[in-house]
């Protein structure tokens, strides 16, 4: 199964910088295949990058994905206050379906 | 919009069979692949599986002996049962519909489980 290893575990910043969230793979995914969830206390995750670059409907200019192959980054070019929240990337390039391990995007 | 929304008892004895269901409104069925995710609390996510409407499905290999998924397209429901289940399948369930892809688009607001005597 492909591991999906994301990192830092939790990054502390502050209102309006900017946030830069990694995700590598044990092994190459598809860009098709790669997605990034965001999810707050209490709430299921929601759906915020699918194909590793396209924002899903709603989601706001502010985050963008890029990446390929083994290496794929979510970034939040400004951070509001609505974004502090645990990030997942998943794949489905492979099966079975897995996420990586979540980094935390907290207040400074 | 489509919604989701889990059913299903909230406490099961070591054991025994743990069974849910997941109903969809405002959307088909069909042509989509229907899914299931659990989260332990405090911890990350975990895919259990997923049954296509045709009723073909694909497990994860670390559960697989243990899960069976149906769905029932008239009343647009697809439900889970894991059976055996002790303390350590003690998860919040999600349903969640999904792309061909993986993408996972649509979430119920999820499900606590907890396995207890």
Known sequence: EIVLTQSPGTLSLSPGERATLSCRASQSVGSSYLTWYQQKPGQAPRLLIFGASSRATGIPDRFSGSGSGTDFTLTISRLEPEDFAVYYCQQYGSSPLTFGGGTKVEIK | ?117
């Open chain 2, 1 to 117: 919009q489509v919604q989701l929304q889990e059913s299903g008892p909230g406490l099961v004895k070591p054991s025994e069979t743990l069974s849910l269901t997941c109903t969809v409104s405002g959307g088909s069925i069909s042509s989509y692949y229907w899914t299931w995710i659990r989260q332990p609390p405090g911890k990350g996510l975990e895919w259990i599986g997923y049954i296509y409407y045709t009723g073909v499905t694909n497990y994860n290999p670390s559960l697989k002996s243990r899960v069976t998924m149906s769905v029932d397209t008239s009343k647009k429901q697809f439900s889970l049962k894991l059976n055996s289940v002790t303390a350590a399948d003690t998860a919040v369930y999600y349903c969640a519909r999904a792309q061909i892809t993986g993408d996972l688009d649509f979430w119920g607001q999820g499900t606590l489980v907890t396995v207890s005597s």
